[in-house]
Protein backbone atom coordinates (compact mmCIF):
# COMPACT_ATOMS: atom_id res chain seq x y z
CA UNK A 1 0.00 0.00 0.00
CA UNK A 2 1.26 3.45 -1.04
CA UNK A 3 1.58 6.42 1.47
CA UNK A 4 -1.42 8.44 1.14
CA UNK A 5 0.33 11.70 2.28
CA UNK A 6 -0.97 15.09 0.69
CA UNK A 7 2.21 14.81 -1.71
CA UNK A 8 0.49 11.82 -3.65
CA UNK A 9 -2.10 14.09 -5.10
CA UNK A 10 0.98 15.55 -7.04
CA UNK A 11 2.88 12.78 -8.40
CA UNK A 12 1.99 13.49 -12.17
CA UNK A 13 4.24 10.87 -12.98
CA UNK A 14 1.97 8.37 -12.00
CA UNK A 15 -0.66 9.90 -14.41
CA UNK A 16 -1.49 7.55 -17.71
CA UNK A 17 -2.29 10.99 -20.03
CA UNK A 18 -3.17 9.21 -23.24
CA UNK A 19 -5.87 7.01 -20.59
CA UNK A 20 -6.83 10.87 -19.45
CA UNK A 21 -8.04 11.95 -22.61
CA UNK A 22 -9.53 8.90 -24.10
CA UNK A 23 -11.34 9.21 -20.70
CA UNK A 24 -12.37 12.60 -20.85
CA UNK A 25 -13.68 12.44 -24.75
CA UNK A 26 -15.64 9.40 -23.08
CA UNK A 27 -17.61 11.73 -20.53
CA UNK A 28 -18.02 15.08 -23.21
CA UNK A 29 -19.37 12.07 -25.63
CA UNK A 30 -21.88 10.74 -23.28
CA UNK A 31 -22.76 14.48 -21.89
CA UNK A 32 -23.29 15.54 -25.91
CA UNK A 33 -25.25 12.70 -26.68
CA UNK A 34 -27.65 12.73 -23.40
CA UNK A 35 -27.77 16.45 -23.98
CA UNK A 36 -28.92 16.37 -27.43
CA UNK A 37 -31.65 13.63 -26.56
CA UNK A 38 -32.90 15.00 -23.28
CA UNK A 39 -33.49 18.76 -25.20
CA UNK A 40 -35.89 16.66 -27.62
CA UNK A 41 -37.50 14.14 -25.31
CA UNK A 42 -37.70 17.02 -22.76
CA UNK A 43 -39.08 19.92 -25.39
CA UNK A 44 -42.09 17.47 -26.54
CA UNK A 45 -42.61 16.34 -22.57
CA UNK A 46 -42.72 19.59 -21.46
CA UNK A 47 -44.84 20.80 -24.47
CA UNK A 48 -47.04 18.13 -23.25
CA UNK A 49 -47.18 18.73 -20.24
CA UNK A 50 -48.08 22.74 -21.26
CA UNK A 51 -50.41 21.83 -23.58
CA UNK A 52 -52.74 19.54 -21.43
CA UNK A 53 -52.86 21.50 -18.18
CA UNK A 54 -56.01 23.47 -17.15
CA UNK A 55 -58.32 21.24 -19.50
CA UNK A 56 -61.28 20.77 -18.26
CA UNK A 57 -61.71 17.58 -20.99
CA UNK A 58 -61.03 14.32 -19.04
CA UNK A 59 -58.98 12.70 -21.44
CA UNK A 60 -56.92 15.49 -21.48
CA UNK A 61 -56.63 15.71 -17.86
CA UNK A 62 -56.18 11.52 -17.57
CA UNK A 63 -53.30 12.63 -19.83
CA UNK A 64 -51.80 15.37 -18.24
CA UNK A 65 -51.80 12.93 -15.00
CA UNK A 66 -49.73 10.67 -16.47
CA UNK A 67 -47.46 12.51 -17.81
CA UNK A 68 -47.38 14.36 -14.82
CA UNK A 69 -46.59 11.49 -12.76
CA UNK A 70 -44.05 9.70 -15.21
CA UNK A 71 -42.32 13.08 -14.39
CA UNK A 72 -42.30 13.24 -10.94
CA UNK A 73 -41.27 9.61 -10.35
CA UNK A 74 -38.66 9.69 -12.68
CA UNK A 75 -37.41 12.85 -11.23
CA UNK A 76 -37.24 11.75 -7.87
CA UNK A 77 -35.26 8.29 -8.45
CA UNK A 78 -31.77 9.12 -7.28
CA UNK A 79 -29.61 8.18 -10.15
CA UNK A 80 -27.34 5.81 -8.77
CA UNK A 81 -30.30 3.80 -7.77
CA UNK A 82 -31.90 4.81 -11.35
CA UNK A 83 -29.24 3.16 -13.44
CA UNK A 84 -29.03 -0.29 -11.65
CA UNK A 85 -32.70 -0.29 -11.57
CA UNK A 86 -32.71 -0.02 -15.28
CA UNK A 87 -30.26 -2.53 -15.92
CA UNK A 88 -32.04 -4.75 -18.26
CA UNK A 89 -33.63 -2.25 -20.34
CA UNK A 90 -30.33 -1.34 -21.32
CA UNK A 91 -29.27 -4.43 -22.37
CA UNK A 92 -32.24 -4.26 -24.54
CA UNK A 93 -31.41 -0.89 -25.66
CA UNK A 94 -28.18 -1.26 -26.16
CA UNK A 95 -27.17 -4.96 -26.20
CA UNK A 96 -24.62 -4.05 -23.60
CA UNK A 97 -24.57 -2.96 -19.64
CA UNK A 98 -21.15 -1.25 -19.64
CA UNK A 99 -19.64 0.84 -21.61
CA UNK A 100 -20.30 4.87 -22.51
CA UNK A 101 -23.05 3.66 -25.10
CA UNK A 102 -25.03 1.57 -22.42
CA UNK A 103 -25.04 4.74 -19.88
CA UNK A 104 -27.07 6.90 -22.44
CA UNK A 105 -30.61 5.71 -21.38
CA UNK A 106 -30.37 5.66 -17.61
CA UNK A 107 -28.74 8.88 -18.42
CA UNK A 108 -31.73 10.15 -20.70
CA UNK A 109 -33.95 9.41 -18.36
CA UNK A 110 -32.79 10.97 -15.57
CA UNK A 111 -32.74 14.16 -17.33
CA UNK A 112 -35.38 15.01 -19.65
CA UNK A 113 -37.98 15.09 -17.20
CA UNK A 114 -36.23 17.52 -15.07
CA UNK A 115 -35.68 19.02 -18.35
CA UNK A 116 -39.47 18.83 -19.17
CA UNK A 117 -40.66 20.20 -15.94
CA UNK A 118 -38.25 23.27 -17.11
CA UNK A 119 -39.61 23.67 -20.46
CA UNK A 120 -43.32 23.75 -18.99
CA UNK A 121 -42.07 26.55 -16.57
CA UNK A 122 -40.62 28.19 -19.67
CA UNK A 123 -43.66 28.28 -21.68
CA UNK A 124 -46.06 29.20 -19.12
CA UNK A 125 -43.79 32.16 -18.82
CA UNK A 126 -44.62 33.34 -22.05
CA UNK A 127 -46.35 36.15 -22.08
CA UNK A 128 -50.23 35.43 -22.69
CA UNK A 129 -51.34 38.99 -24.90
CA UNK A 130 -48.92 37.43 -27.40
CA UNK A 131 -49.84 34.17 -27.76
CA UNK A 132 -53.29 35.61 -27.82
CA UNK A 133 -52.22 38.10 -30.52
CA UNK A 134 -51.31 34.87 -32.61
CA UNK A 135 -54.45 33.34 -31.56
CA UNK A 136 -56.43 36.55 -33.25
CA UNK A 137 -54.42 36.75 -36.20
CA UNK A 138 -55.75 33.20 -37.35
CA UNK A 139 -52.68 30.98 -36.14
CA UNK A 140 -52.65 27.27 -36.35
CA UNK A 141 -51.93 25.48 -32.44
CA UNK A 142 -48.84 24.35 -34.18
CA UNK A 143 -47.72 27.79 -35.32
CA UNK A 144 -48.48 28.88 -31.94
CA UNK A 145 -46.04 26.40 -30.91
CA UNK A 146 -43.00 27.02 -33.19
CA UNK A 147 -43.02 30.33 -33.91
CA UNK A 148 -44.24 32.07 -30.01
CA UNK A 149 -43.84 29.91 -27.78
CA UNK A 150 -40.51 28.29 -28.92
CA UNK A 151 -38.56 31.48 -29.70
CA UNK A 152 -40.20 33.72 -27.18
CA UNK A 153 -38.73 31.43 -24.44
CA UNK A 154 -35.75 30.59 -25.90
CA UNK A 155 -33.00 32.23 -23.39
CA UNK A 156 -35.10 30.56 -20.79
CA UNK A 157 -35.14 26.91 -22.76
CA UNK A 158 -31.67 26.75 -23.39
CA UNK A 159 -30.49 28.10 -19.57
CA UNK A 160 -32.20 25.18 -18.30
CA UNK A 161 -31.00 23.02 -21.09
CA UNK A 162 -27.31 24.23 -19.60
CA UNK A 163 -28.43 23.58 -16.36
CA UNK A 164 -29.66 20.27 -17.39
CA UNK A 165 -26.46 18.97 -19.16
CA UNK A 166 -24.08 20.33 -16.09
CA UNK A 167 -26.16 18.16 -14.08
CA UNK A 168 -25.41 15.00 -16.11
CA UNK A 169 -21.52 15.96 -16.32
CA UNK A 170 -21.95 14.75 -12.80
CA UNK A 171 -24.15 12.02 -13.42
CA UNK A 172 -21.96 10.58 -16.19
CA UNK A 173 -19.65 10.48 -13.54
CA UNK A 174 -21.15 8.38 -11.76
CA UNK A 175 -22.37 5.93 -14.11
CA UNK A 176 -18.61 5.78 -14.84
CA UNK A 177 -18.29 4.17 -11.07
CA UNK A 178 -20.21 1.17 -12.45
CA UNK A 179 -18.38 0.99 -15.70
CA UNK A 180 -19.31 3.53 -18.00
CA UNK A 181 -16.19 4.63 -18.51
CA UNK A 182 -15.30 8.47 -19.00
CA UNK A 183 -13.62 10.66 -16.16
CA UNK A 184 -15.53 9.29 -13.31
CA UNK A 185 -14.28 5.60 -14.13
CA UNK A 186 -11.00 6.55 -14.51
CA UNK A 187 -11.01 8.45 -11.13
CA UNK A 188 -13.01 5.21 -9.39
CA UNK A 189 -10.61 2.50 -10.60
CA UNK A 190 -7.77 4.16 -11.60
CA UNK A 191 -7.32 6.85 -9.02
CA UNK A 192 -9.57 5.63 -5.77
CA UNK A 193 -9.41 1.87 -6.05
CA UNK A 194 -5.36 2.38 -6.96
CA UNK A 195 -4.41 4.50 -3.97
CA UNK A 196 -3.17 7.11 -7.41
CA UNK A 197 -4.78 10.57 -6.19
CA UNK A 198 -3.07 12.17 -8.77
CA UNK A 199 -5.65 10.85 -11.41
CA UNK A 200 -7.68 11.76 -9.39
CA UNK A 201 -7.29 14.80 -8.59
CA UNK A 202 -6.43 15.38 -12.49
CA UNK A 203 -9.94 13.82 -13.85
CA UNK A 204 -11.43 16.38 -11.39
CA UNK A 205 -10.11 19.34 -12.74
CA UNK A 206 -10.86 18.28 -15.91
CA UNK A 207 -14.57 17.56 -14.87
CA UNK A 208 -14.68 21.29 -13.76
CA UNK A 209 -13.22 22.27 -16.77
CA UNK A 210 -15.88 20.64 -19.21
CA UNK A 211 -18.70 22.25 -16.59
CA UNK A 212 -17.18 25.65 -17.02
CA UNK A 213 -17.04 25.18 -20.97
CA UNK A 214 -21.13 24.08 -20.69
CA UNK A 215 -21.87 26.61 -18.47
CA UNK A 216 -20.23 29.45 -20.84
CA UNK A 217 -21.68 28.51 -24.20
CA UNK A 218 -24.93 28.35 -21.96
CA UNK A 219 -24.44 31.48 -20.71
CA UNK A 220 -22.99 33.00 -23.78
CA UNK A 221 -25.94 31.94 -25.94
CA UNK A 222 -28.49 33.33 -23.42
CA UNK A 223 -26.94 36.57 -24.25
CA UNK A 224 -26.76 36.20 -27.85
CA UNK A 225 -30.82 35.04 -28.33
CA UNK A 226 -32.05 37.70 -25.23
CA UNK A 227 -32.94 40.76 -26.56
CA UNK A 228 -35.76 41.77 -23.95
CA UNK B 1 -70.39 45.63 -42.30
CA UNK B 2 -70.99 44.54 -38.37
CA UNK B 3 -73.81 43.60 -36.76
CA UNK B 4 -74.12 42.71 -33.28
CA UNK B 5 -77.57 40.73 -32.62
CA UNK B 6 -78.90 40.60 -29.05
CA UNK B 7 -75.66 39.62 -27.83
CA UNK B 8 -74.58 38.37 -24.45
CA UNK B 9 -71.74 36.81 -22.60
CA UNK B 10 -72.26 35.27 -19.52
CA UNK B 11 -68.74 33.94 -18.00
CA UNK B 12 -69.27 30.87 -15.20
CA UNK B 13 -66.38 31.00 -12.47
CA UNK B 14 -65.98 29.96 -9.13
CA UNK B 15 -67.60 32.82 -7.84
CA UNK B 16 -70.68 32.45 -9.86
CA UNK B 17 -71.50 33.56 -12.99
CA UNK B 18 -70.39 37.33 -14.57
CA UNK B 19 -72.94 38.66 -17.13
CA UNK B 20 -69.97 40.40 -18.76
CA UNK B 21 -72.26 41.38 -22.33
CA UNK B 22 -75.95 42.06 -21.62
CA UNK B 23 -78.50 42.81 -24.51
CA UNK B 24 -76.25 44.26 -26.94
CA UNK B 25 -77.28 45.56 -30.40
CA UNK B 26 -75.03 47.37 -32.73
CA UNK B 27 -74.39 48.06 -36.14
CA UNK B 28 -71.11 49.42 -37.35
CA UNK B 29 -70.60 50.79 -40.89
CA UNK B 30 -68.48 50.19 -43.26
CA UNK B 31 -65.49 52.58 -43.31
CA UNK B 32 -66.59 54.29 -40.45
CA UNK B 33 -64.71 54.10 -36.82
CA UNK B 34 -67.01 53.03 -34.22
CA UNK B 35 -65.69 54.18 -30.27
CA UNK B 36 -66.82 51.71 -27.71
CA UNK B 37 -66.74 53.63 -23.90
CA UNK B 38 -66.98 52.39 -20.83
CA UNK B 39 -65.34 52.35 -17.90
CA UNK B 40 -63.43 49.05 -16.46
CA UNK B 41 -65.13 45.67 -16.20
CA UNK B 42 -68.05 47.34 -18.82
CA UNK B 43 -67.30 44.71 -21.04
CA UNK B 44 -65.84 46.39 -23.68
CA UNK B 45 -63.24 44.04 -24.38
CA UNK B 46 -65.46 40.90 -23.90
CA UNK B 47 -67.68 42.66 -26.60
CA UNK B 48 -64.86 42.76 -29.31
CA UNK B 49 -63.15 39.61 -28.70
CA UNK B 50 -66.59 38.27 -30.06
CA UNK B 51 -65.95 39.74 -33.34
CA UNK B 52 -63.12 37.60 -34.10
CA UNK B 53 -64.40 34.39 -32.02
CA UNK B 54 -61.88 34.96 -29.01
CA UNK B 55 -64.91 34.81 -27.13
CA UNK B 56 -67.93 32.99 -28.26
CA UNK B 57 -71.72 34.64 -27.10
CA UNK B 58 -73.76 32.95 -24.84
CA UNK B 59 -76.53 34.31 -26.72
CA UNK B 60 -77.28 36.60 -29.96
CA UNK B 61 -75.75 37.01 -33.24
CA UNK B 62 -72.48 38.44 -34.64
CA UNK B 63 -72.44 38.97 -38.03
CA UNK B 64 -69.33 40.26 -40.15
CA UNK B 65 -69.90 41.18 -43.85
CA UNK B 66 -73.02 38.74 -43.74
CA UNK B 67 -71.50 36.00 -42.59
CA UNK B 68 -71.92 34.64 -39.00
CA UNK B 69 -68.67 34.69 -36.81
CA UNK B 70 -70.35 33.23 -33.50
CA UNK B 71 -70.86 29.45 -35.08
CA UNK B 72 -67.22 29.49 -36.79
CA UNK B 73 -64.91 27.13 -35.87
CA UNK B 74 -61.52 25.67 -37.34
CA UNK B 75 -60.37 26.38 -40.25
CA UNK B 76 -62.83 28.90 -41.12
CA UNK B 77 -62.41 30.89 -38.38
CA UNK B 78 -58.83 31.26 -38.65
CA UNK B 79 -59.02 32.35 -42.20
CA UNK B 80 -61.93 35.20 -41.09
CA UNK B 81 -59.66 36.29 -38.18
CA UNK B 82 -57.03 37.51 -40.67
CA UNK B 83 -59.04 39.48 -41.83
CA UNK B 84 -59.49 41.23 -38.77
CA UNK B 85 -56.69 43.09 -37.76
CA UNK B 86 -56.13 44.26 -33.84
CA UNK B 87 -54.47 46.55 -31.94
CA UNK B 88 -53.16 45.64 -28.15
CA UNK B 89 -53.25 48.24 -25.08
CA UNK B 90 -49.75 46.24 -24.38
CA UNK B 91 -48.82 45.92 -27.90
CA UNK B 92 -48.09 42.17 -27.70
CA UNK B 93 -45.28 42.15 -30.16
CA UNK B 94 -42.80 39.59 -30.14
CA UNK B 95 -40.02 40.63 -28.32
CA UNK B 96 -37.73 37.93 -30.23
CA UNK B 97 -38.72 39.66 -33.42
CA UNK B 98 -37.15 42.50 -35.15
CA UNK B 99 -39.56 45.17 -35.97
CA UNK B 100 -39.52 43.88 -39.78
CA UNK B 101 -40.07 40.48 -38.78
CA UNK B 102 -42.98 41.48 -36.40
CA UNK B 103 -45.00 42.68 -38.88
CA UNK B 104 -43.91 39.85 -40.78
CA UNK B 105 -45.56 37.59 -38.64
CA UNK B 106 -48.86 37.58 -39.82
CA UNK B 107 -47.46 36.98 -43.65
CA UNK B 108 -45.76 34.24 -42.35
CA UNK B 109 -49.19 32.41 -41.43
CA UNK B 110 -50.42 33.05 -44.37
CA UNK B 111 -47.32 31.35 -46.29
CA UNK B 112 -46.34 33.98 -48.23
CA UNK B 113 -42.71 33.80 -49.75
CA UNK B 114 -39.90 35.52 -48.04
CA UNK B 115 -38.96 38.47 -50.46
CA UNK B 116 -43.03 39.37 -50.90
CA UNK B 117 -43.39 39.37 -47.32
CA UNK B 118 -40.73 41.70 -46.60
CA UNK B 119 -41.46 44.13 -49.49
CA UNK B 120 -44.82 44.24 -48.04
CA UNK B 121 -43.31 44.45 -44.18
CA UNK B 122 -41.17 47.21 -45.64
CA UNK B 123 -44.01 49.23 -46.84
CA UNK B 124 -46.04 49.05 -43.93
CA UNK B 125 -43.47 50.22 -41.85
CA UNK B 126 -42.92 53.58 -43.85
CA UNK B 127 -46.96 54.05 -43.80
CA UNK B 128 -46.39 53.84 -39.95
CA UNK B 129 -43.64 56.29 -39.84
CA UNK B 130 -40.92 53.37 -39.19
CA UNK B 131 -39.21 53.12 -41.91
CA UNK B 132 -35.73 53.68 -40.24
CA UNK B 133 -36.27 51.47 -37.44
CA UNK B 134 -37.16 47.70 -39.25
CA UNK B 135 -34.11 46.18 -37.55
CA UNK B 136 -34.77 47.44 -34.25
CA UNK B 137 -36.15 45.07 -31.47
CA UNK B 138 -39.38 46.23 -29.83
CA UNK B 139 -37.13 46.78 -26.43
CA UNK B 140 -34.94 49.34 -28.07
CA UNK B 141 -38.62 50.77 -29.15
CA UNK B 142 -40.48 53.81 -26.96
CA UNK B 143 -44.25 52.81 -26.29
CA UNK B 144 -45.77 55.29 -29.43
CA UNK B 145 -43.30 53.47 -31.85
CA UNK B 146 -44.27 49.78 -30.49
CA UNK B 147 -47.57 50.52 -31.06
CA UNK B 148 -46.53 51.68 -34.27
CA UNK B 149 -45.04 48.43 -35.32
CA UNK B 150 -48.38 47.05 -33.74
CA UNK B 151 -50.75 49.22 -36.15
CA UNK B 152 -48.11 47.76 -39.00
CA UNK B 153 -48.53 44.14 -37.91
CA UNK B 154 -52.37 44.50 -37.78
CA UNK B 155 -52.77 45.96 -41.54
CA UNK B 156 -50.60 43.47 -43.11
CA UNK B 157 -53.48 41.34 -44.01
CA UNK B 158 -55.11 43.66 -45.63
CA UNK B 159 -57.78 43.66 -43.28
CA UNK B 160 -61.33 45.09 -43.89
CA UNK B 161 -61.74 45.85 -39.72
CA UNK B 162 -59.14 46.95 -37.52
CA UNK B 163 -59.81 46.65 -33.80
CA UNK B 164 -58.47 48.55 -31.19
CA UNK B 165 -58.29 47.85 -27.53
CA UNK B 166 -57.40 50.66 -25.09
CA UNK B 167 -54.43 51.03 -28.20
CA UNK B 168 -53.42 54.42 -26.15
CA UNK B 169 -54.37 53.76 -22.63
CA UNK B 170 -50.57 52.87 -21.72
CA UNK B 171 -49.44 56.19 -24.05
CA UNK B 172 -48.96 59.67 -22.84
CA UNK B 173 -51.05 62.35 -24.16
CA UNK B 174 -49.26 63.46 -26.72
CA UNK B 175 -48.09 60.26 -28.20
CA UNK B 176 -51.72 59.21 -27.62
CA UNK B 177 -52.71 62.12 -29.76
CA UNK B 178 -49.71 61.20 -32.35
CA UNK B 179 -50.97 57.49 -32.73
CA UNK B 180 -54.71 58.64 -33.04
CA UNK B 181 -53.70 60.78 -36.02
CA UNK B 182 -52.21 58.18 -37.39
CA UNK B 183 -55.24 56.01 -36.74
CA UNK B 184 -57.39 58.51 -38.65
CA UNK B 185 -54.83 58.76 -41.47
CA UNK B 186 -55.27 55.12 -42.07
CA UNK B 187 -58.83 55.24 -42.14
CA UNK B 188 -59.05 57.52 -44.56
CA UNK B 189 -55.91 56.23 -46.49
CA UNK B 190 -57.29 52.52 -46.85
CA UNK B 191 -60.68 53.08 -46.43
CA UNK B 192 -60.82 50.46 -43.00
CA UNK B 193 -63.58 50.39 -40.53
CA UNK B 194 -62.08 50.93 -36.96
CA UNK B 195 -63.65 49.96 -33.94
CA UNK B 196 -61.82 51.91 -31.16
CA UNK B 197 -62.54 50.84 -27.85
CA UNK B 198 -61.46 53.33 -24.96
CA UNK B 199 -62.22 54.65 -21.38
CA UNK B 200 -61.04 57.79 -22.29
CA UNK B 201 -63.72 60.09 -23.66
CA UNK B 202 -60.69 62.18 -25.77
CA UNK B 203 -60.31 59.40 -27.68
CA UNK B 204 -64.07 59.39 -29.09
CA UNK B 205 -63.55 62.95 -29.50
CA UNK B 206 -60.43 62.71 -31.76
CA UNK B 207 -61.28 59.94 -33.85
CA UNK B 208 -64.95 58.50 -33.76
CA UNK B 209 -67.53 59.03 -36.10
CA UNK B 210 -70.26 57.27 -33.88
CA UNK B 211 -70.01 56.18 -29.98
CA UNK B 212 -71.98 53.67 -28.24
CA UNK B 213 -71.62 53.98 -23.97
CA UNK B 214 -71.57 50.50 -22.28
CA UNK B 215 -72.22 50.24 -18.64
CA UNK B 216 -72.59 46.70 -16.65
CA UNK B 217 -72.57 44.90 -19.87
CA UNK B 218 -75.05 47.00 -21.47
CA UNK B 219 -74.80 49.51 -24.22
CA UNK B 220 -76.99 52.56 -22.82
CA UNK B 221 -76.14 55.18 -25.21
CA UNK B 222 -75.11 55.28 -29.07
CA UNK B 223 -75.28 57.60 -31.68
CA UNK B 224 -73.31 59.93 -33.81
CA UNK B 225 -70.44 61.50 -31.37
CA UNK B 226 -71.54 65.18 -32.19
CA UNK B 227 -74.76 64.32 -30.54
CA UNK B 228 -73.68 62.30 -27.78
CA UNK B 229 -70.89 65.01 -27.03
CA UNK B 230 -73.87 67.82 -27.26
CA UNK B 231 -76.96 65.83 -26.07
CA UNK B 232 -75.69 63.02 -23.98
CA UNK B 233 -79.11 61.11 -21.82
CA UNK B 234 -77.69 58.99 -19.61
CA UNK B 235 -76.05 60.14 -16.49
CA UNK B 236 -72.93 58.06 -17.01
CA UNK B 237 -72.63 59.58 -20.79
CA UNK B 238 -72.97 62.97 -19.56
CA UNK B 239 -70.11 62.63 -16.86
CA UNK B 240 -67.56 61.02 -19.53
CA UNK B 241 -68.71 64.24 -22.00
CA UNK B 242 -68.21 66.43 -18.94
CA UNK B 243 -64.80 65.06 -18.36
CA UNK B 244 -63.62 65.53 -21.48
CA UNK B 245 -65.08 69.56 -22.48
CA UNK B 246 -64.69 70.89 -19.11
CA UNK B 247 -61.82 69.02 -16.76
CA UNK B 248 -59.79 72.13 -17.64
CA UNK B 249 -61.68 74.66 -15.97
CA UNK B 250 -63.34 73.34 -12.98
CA UNK B 251 -60.81 74.69 -9.66
CA UNK B 252 -59.85 78.65 -11.36
CA UNK B 253 -64.13 79.06 -12.44
CA UNK B 254 -64.87 77.89 -9.64
CA UNK B 255 -63.11 80.07 -7.21
CA UNK B 256 -63.73 83.29 -9.83
CA UNK B 257 -67.86 82.32 -9.96
CA UNK B 258 -67.85 82.20 -6.45
CA UNK B 259 -66.17 85.64 -5.85
CA UNK B 260 -68.47 86.97 -8.54
CA UNK B 261 -71.74 85.53 -6.82
CA UNK B 262 -71.14 87.17 -4.02
CA UNK B 263 -70.32 90.30 -5.20
CA UNK B 264 -74.14 90.02 -7.53
CA UNK B 265 -76.43 87.67 -5.17
CA UNK B 266 -79.07 88.26 -8.24
CA UNK B 267 -76.95 87.51 -10.65
CA UNK B 268 -77.05 83.94 -12.58
CA UNK B 269 -74.26 81.96 -13.31
CA UNK B 270 -74.60 80.51 -16.66
CA UNK B 271 -72.98 77.79 -18.72
CA UNK B 272 -73.70 78.17 -22.31
CA UNK B 273 -73.09 75.12 -24.82
CA UNK B 274 -72.99 75.52 -28.63
CA UNK B 275 -72.57 73.14 -30.81
CA UNK B 276 -72.53 72.96 -35.09
CA UNK B 277 -73.11 76.37 -36.62
CA UNK B 278 -73.73 78.40 -32.98
CA UNK B 279 -70.11 78.29 -32.29
CA UNK B 280 -69.63 80.95 -35.36
CA UNK B 281 -72.66 83.29 -33.87
CA UNK B 282 -72.11 86.22 -32.35
CA UNK B 283 -74.13 85.20 -29.47
CA UNK B 284 -73.04 87.65 -26.71
CA UNK B 285 -73.19 90.10 -29.02
CA UNK B 286 -77.05 89.53 -29.89
CA UNK B 287 -77.56 88.92 -26.22
CA UNK B 288 -76.00 92.42 -24.85
CA UNK B 289 -78.03 94.31 -27.95
CA UNK B 290 -81.60 92.68 -26.91
CA UNK B 291 -80.43 93.23 -23.18
CA UNK B 292 -79.29 96.48 -22.95
CA UNK B 293 -79.51 97.09 -19.45
CA UNK B 294 -78.05 93.80 -18.72
CA UNK B 295 -74.92 93.64 -17.06
CA UNK B 296 -72.89 89.66 -18.82
CA UNK B 297 -69.51 89.13 -17.37
CA UNK B 298 -67.50 86.04 -19.36
CA UNK B 299 -65.89 83.99 -17.04
CA UNK B 300 -64.19 81.03 -19.55
CA UNK B 301 -64.78 79.76 -22.92
CA UNK B 302 -63.66 76.54 -24.80
CA UNK B 303 -64.17 75.32 -28.19
CA UNK B 304 -63.67 71.29 -28.95
CA UNK B 305 -63.44 69.15 -32.86
CA UNK B 306 -64.93 66.53 -32.75
CA UNK B 307 -63.89 63.95 -35.41
CA UNK B 308 -66.85 64.20 -37.15
CA UNK B 309 -65.78 67.60 -38.06
CA UNK B 310 -68.82 68.95 -35.44
CA UNK B 311 -67.69 71.37 -33.37
CA UNK B 312 -68.60 71.89 -29.65
CA UNK B 313 -68.44 74.98 -27.34
CA UNK B 314 -68.55 76.43 -24.29
CA UNK B 315 -69.06 79.87 -21.95
CA UNK B 316 -69.71 80.36 -18.65
CA UNK B 317 -70.83 84.02 -18.15
CA UNK B 318 -72.44 85.51 -15.14
CA UNK B 319 -75.80 87.48 -16.33
CA UNK B 320 -76.45 90.78 -13.78
CA UNK B 321 -79.91 92.26 -13.99
CA UNK B 322 -83.12 92.06 -12.85
CA UNK B 323 -84.63 88.29 -12.06
CA UNK B 324 -87.39 89.34 -15.13
CA UNK B 325 -84.31 90.45 -17.42
CA UNK B 326 -82.35 87.77 -16.94
CA UNK B 327 -85.26 85.44 -17.44
CA UNK B 328 -85.87 87.04 -20.43
CA UNK B 329 -82.30 86.53 -21.41
CA UNK B 330 -82.36 82.90 -20.86
CA UNK B 331 -85.61 82.50 -23.16
CA UNK B 332 -83.58 84.10 -25.74
CA UNK B 333 -80.81 82.25 -25.39
CA UNK B 334 -83.05 79.05 -25.56
CA UNK B 335 -84.44 80.33 -29.36
CA UNK B 336 -81.24 80.80 -30.78
CA UNK B 337 -80.67 77.48 -29.96
CA UNK B 338 -78.27 77.13 -27.26
CA UNK B 339 -77.98 75.29 -24.43
CA UNK B 340 -77.69 77.41 -20.98
CA UNK B 341 -77.34 76.22 -18.04
CA UNK B 342 -77.80 78.07 -14.79
CA UNK B 343 -75.15 76.63 -12.49
CA UNK B 344 -76.62 77.48 -8.97
CA UNK B 345 -74.15 78.97 -6.45
CA UNK B 346 -71.61 76.25 -6.00
N1 LIG C 1 -62.54 34.89 -19.12
C1 LIG C 1 -63.32 35.46 -18.17
N2 LIG C 1 -63.80 34.74 -17.15
C2 LIG C 1 -64.58 35.31 -16.20
N3 LIG C 1 -64.93 36.59 -16.18
C3 LIG C 1 -64.47 37.37 -17.16
C4 LIG C 1 -63.64 36.86 -18.20
N4 LIG C 1 -63.33 37.88 -19.04
C5 LIG C 1 -63.94 38.96 -18.55
N5 LIG C 1 -64.64 38.67 -17.42
C6 LIG C 1 -65.44 39.60 -16.62
O1 LIG C 1 -66.34 40.27 -17.49
C7 LIG C 1 -66.47 41.63 -17.14
C8 LIG C 1 -66.16 42.51 -18.32
O2 LIG C 1 -64.77 42.40 -18.62
P1 LIG C 1 -64.10 43.13 -19.84
O3 LIG C 1 -62.68 42.72 -19.87
O4 LIG C 1 -64.90 42.91 -21.06
O5 LIG C 1 -64.22 44.64 -19.40
P2 LIG C 1 -63.61 45.93 -20.09
O6 LIG C 1 -64.73 46.87 -20.28
O7 LIG C 1 -62.81 45.55 -21.27
O8 LIG C 1 -62.67 46.50 -18.95
P3 LIG C 1 -61.22 47.16 -19.06
O9 LIG C 1 -61.45 48.60 -19.38
O10 LIG C 1 -60.69 46.98 -17.67
O11 LIG C 1 -60.44 46.42 -20.08
C9 LIG C 1 -65.57 41.84 -15.94
O12 LIG C 1 -66.34 41.79 -14.78
C10 LIG C 1 -64.62 40.68 -16.00
O13 LIG C 1 -64.19 40.34 -14.72
MG1 LIG D 1 -60.67 45.65 -21.71
Do not use: C
Not at chain 2, 166 to 191: F, G, H, R
Amino acid sequence: MDSQGLSSYFRFSDVNWPNMWEATWETIWMTVVSVAIVAVLGLLLGLLLYETAGSNKPAVKVLNWIVALFVNVFRSIPFIILIVLLLPVTQVLVGAITGAKAAIPSLVISAAPFYARLVEIAFHEVDGGVIEAADAMGATKWQIVYKVLIPESLPALVSGLTVTAISLIGYTAMAGAIGAGGLGQLAYTDGFQSYNNAITLVATAVIVIIVFIFQYIGDFSVRKIDKR
Amino acid sequence: MIELKNVSKTFETANGKVEAVKNVELTVDAGEIFGIVGFSGAGKSTLVRMLNGLETPTSGEVIINDVRIDTLKGKDLREQRKKIGIIFQHFNLLWSRTVLENIEFPLELIGMPKAERETKAKHLAELVGLGERINAYPSQLSGGQKQRVGIARALANDPDILISDEATSALDPQTTDEVLDLLDEINQKLDLTIVIITHEMHVIRRLADRVAVMENGRVIEQGPVSEVFTHPQEELTKRFVSSEVELPQTTDVKQIAQKLLQKNPTGKLVELRFSGQQVERPVINELSKNFPELEISILEGSIHQLADKGTLGSLFVQLNGTEQKVQAALEFLNELQVEAKVIEHG
